[in-house]
């Protein structure tokens, strides 16, 4: 024999505090609102005296989880009663009959009858019920709390005894008379009352000063052309041939909000090499003779006497007939769009390469030989689909200048044989041997990424390569602080020699998803964001990345 004692437990509860009565609160209007225990009179009479005492936000958010719950008809006449924002969801999904109904109505407020009035699966009686109630329902009510008007102090008479006077002849003073009209410059004293003549004389005064139109702006005839001169800082300093207003003060590598001048990267990239540039865009906002678009041209200046760079020298032209200098804003919006497609591709992938991992390594249960095959089968394509999505997914960053780089230090040697252990079936698909020498030389640069730059170069050769085919890893210092990673080129891509290979289309030898050319395009875009190169020669592909040690140094002389 079991006994549920749940009820008893909860209203046996300590409500010294404010945060056990709202725990208390939620328990209750859960447990009799699903039905878990009956509307027990003790429960319901501690729910009234609780519902001051508890926090409006428990209230509704409680009410809120009663939703299309079909509370007792005792519970929806306690939360029909209270603030309109706990009575909403109660109210729209109550299942009552039309006696209960008929006897709620009254104690409902005017909102709460309005949210049952909008109802369409009530008892006709019910409607019939709410349009007894008139025009009150109909009424906005203000709930506003009414402030206190403080009662004015009432001061007694004061009576005094005055002396009779001495009869002195009294003269009445001159008594000006009142004007029929109220001046419209006069301002009337907020505190009394008005007049309507006052009131419409004010008004003809104000129609005669505004009555004529203001007059148009002056049209300004736009320039074509003006020089400029920046100090070392790139500050422009000195303009003509336009207004100098917008121009003053702007430096070459400052973005500005929209509506003020603003360059483009070009010139920002020249300023901190000392480099001429040339046809930088320029956005000036405004309504001066100088707003529009421009192409700017520069060249630095230097002391004679000393050398030293004194700023720069240049001119700005408009743009000429099928030019345009304003920014590219689709090309944003069209990277915003694929990384959201990624983002959807990716969830339904995952979720499939899961549920066949499962089914595979019966996870579930017992499986038949013939469903782990097909599990299997199903896995490997969708890590395959996976890897398609990451790929699109890096490009789409690295387009959009959203890769996270951080700095680490990666050795080389472990990573290496890492990847080469994933690739072993993919060798012997394809009949090809991949050959690593062993090295102890570490590069700088993202982990993820060198990684991923790594894994993907690799796999894009190795599916490339033939039968009985070798493809030789090796890894080299050189003086200049970069790490030469030098792999040898299939055959079948001596057809595009150089950096050719990049555009080459995909083949029926080639089982790259995306192409070789799109993952070879991949890895030199990511080895440029790890600030290294990716060059082709005629039998090899060198790699160049930052060496460890060198950054190290180089941190190491800054500080």
């Known amino acids: 024999m ?15 505090g404010e945060g056990a009565r709202a725990s208390v609160w939620r328990q209750l209007v859960d447990l009799v609102g699903r ?26 958010a409680s009410a809120r989880d009663l939703e299309y719950a079909r509370p007792p008809v005792e519970l929806v006449g306690l939360l029909a009663t209270d603030v309109i924002e706990a009575a909403l969801p109660v109210l729209r999904g109550a299942i009552l009959s039309v006696d209960q109904w008929q006897a709620l109505l009254p104690r409902l407020s005017p909102p709460a009858r309005g949210v049952v009035r909008n109802r369409r699966d009530i008892d006709p009686a019910v409607h019939r019920a709410l349009d007894s109630f008139g025009s009150v329902d109909l009424v906005l009510s203000d709930e506003r709390p009414v402030e206190p008007i403080a009662p004015q102090p009432v001061t007694a008479p004061v009576l005094a005894v005055v002396p009779p006077l001495a009869a002195v002849p009294v003269t009445a003073p001159a008594i000006d008379p009142e004007p029929l009209f109220l001046d ?5 004293d907020p505190a009394g009352p008005f007049r309507i003549a006052d009131v419409m004389a004010r008004i003809e005064a104000f129609e005669r000063i505004h ?25 422009i300093r000195w303009v003509d041939g336009v207004s100098r207003a917008p121009l003053i003060g702007m430096s070459l590598d400052f973005c500005a909000t929209p509506g003020h001048a603003r360059f483009d990267a070009i010139a920002a990239g020249a300023l901190r090499k000392r480099a001429p540039f040339r046809d930088a865009r320029l956005t000036i906002g405004g309504d001066s003779d100088a707003t529009g678009e421009w192409f700017v041209s520069g060249v630095p200046a230097f002391d004679h006497a000393t050398g030293r760079f004194i700023g720069y020298r240049g001119t700005a032209r408009r743009p000429y007939h099928g030019e345009r200098a304003e920014p590219y804003l689709n090309r944003d919006a069209g990277i915003a769009q694929l990384r959201q497609l990624v983002h959807e591709l990716r969830t339904p992938a995952g979720a499939i390469a899961g549920f066949a991992e499962m089914i595979q390594q019966e996870l579930l249960g017992p499986v038949l030989p013939v469903y782990r095959d097909r599990a299997g089968a199903i896995l490997n394509h969708s890590r395959d689909l996976v890897a398609v999505i990451d790929d699109l997914d890096l490009a789409a960053r690295i387009d959009g200048d959203a890769l996270d780089l951080r ?12 990847i080469a252990a994933d690739l072993v079936s993919l060798c012997e698909l394809r009949g090809t041997l991949l050959e690593v020498d ?3 030389i570490a590069v700088a640069g993202d982990r993820r990424a060198v990684e991923r730059l790594l894994a993907r170069l690799l796999a894009t050769l190795v599916s490339a390569g033939g039968q009985d085919e070798s493809i030789h ?21 001596d057809a595009w020699p ?5 555009d080459v289309d995909d083949g029926e030898e080639d089982m790259s998803l995306l192409g070789t050319g799109f993952a070879l395009r991949l890895a030199r875009n990511l080895a440029r964001e790890l600030d290294g190169t990716l060059a082709f020669g005629s039998a090899t592909l060198t790699l160049r990345l930052p060496a460890a040690h060198a950054v190290e140094i180089e941190r190491a002389q800054r500080r």
């Not at 150089?498 to 990049?502: D, I, M």
């Open 2 to 16: 079991h006994f549920d004692d749940t009820l008893e437990t909860v209203l046996a509860a300590d409500l010294s």
């Open 211 to 235: 009555d004529g139109a203001p007059p148009p702006p002056p049209q300004i005839a736009p320039q074509d052309s003006f020089r400029f001169e920046a100090d070392a800082a790139g500050q």
């Open 438 to 440: 062993p090295t102890d």
């Open 184 to 188: 419209p410059a006069t301002e009337p």
């Open 35 to 60: 039905g878990r225990v009956s509307a027990d009179p003790r429960a319901i009479a501690l729910l009234h005296d609780l519902r001051n005492h508890v926090p409006r936000t428990v209230r509704v």
């Open 407 to 418: 700095d680490d230090r990666v050795a080389l040697g472990p990573l290496f044989d890492v």
């Open 498 to 502: 150089g950096n050719s290979v990049f």
């Open 473 to 493: 890893v090796r890894v080299g210092l050189e003086g200049d602080g970069f790490v030469s990673i030098v792999l040898d080129r299939p055959q079948a891509l």
